[in-house]
Nanobody, 124 residues
Framework: QRLLVESGGGLVQAGGSLRLSCAAS????????MNWFRQAPGQEREFVAT????????YYADSVKGRFTISRDNAKNTVYLQMNNLKPEDTAVYYC?????????????????WGQGTQVTVSS
């Protein structure tokens, strides 16, 4: 049984937008913080965005600040990543992550559950 399921990836031109979704099972979503990380070919997985359980605290990587927005719908056990003004350097596999603690984190080591990832490709 997959606990986190990402969707919404795809191919988009530079300057375009995509919205990623991550649907979680109840036990992996409540009452924890949620994250998005990404990994480009040949590179390490890097932090993108995080949101706490209440949804009132968010943090972003400098590279996406002002372009990406993380949000969550606790009634639907779903977290979203709205990505605007996409750049070729945003090309990566995007992973959803969940932790049991309600507090937002930027550290991959704090993540207890990972999704299988969704590919985002931005053409120039």
């Amino acid at each position: 049984q997959r606990l986190l399921v990402e969707s919404g990836g795809g191919l988009v031109q530079a300057g375009g937008s995509l919205r990623l979704s991550c649907a979680a099972s109840e036990r992996t979503f409540s009452p924890g913080a949620m994250n998005w990380f990404r990994q480009a070919p040949g590179q390490e997985r890097e932090f993108v965005a995080t949101i706490n359980w209440k949804g009132d605290t968010t943090y972003y990587a400098d590279s996406v600040k002002g372009r990406f927005t993380i949000s969550r719908d606790n009634a639907k056990n779903t977290v979203y990543l709205q990505m605007n003004n996409l750049k070729p350097e945003d090309t990566a596999v995007y992973y959803c992550g969940a932790r049991g603690s309600p507090f937002a984190t930027v550290r991959a080591n704090d993540i207890e559950y990972w999704g299988q990832g969704t590919q985002v490709t931005v053409s120039s």
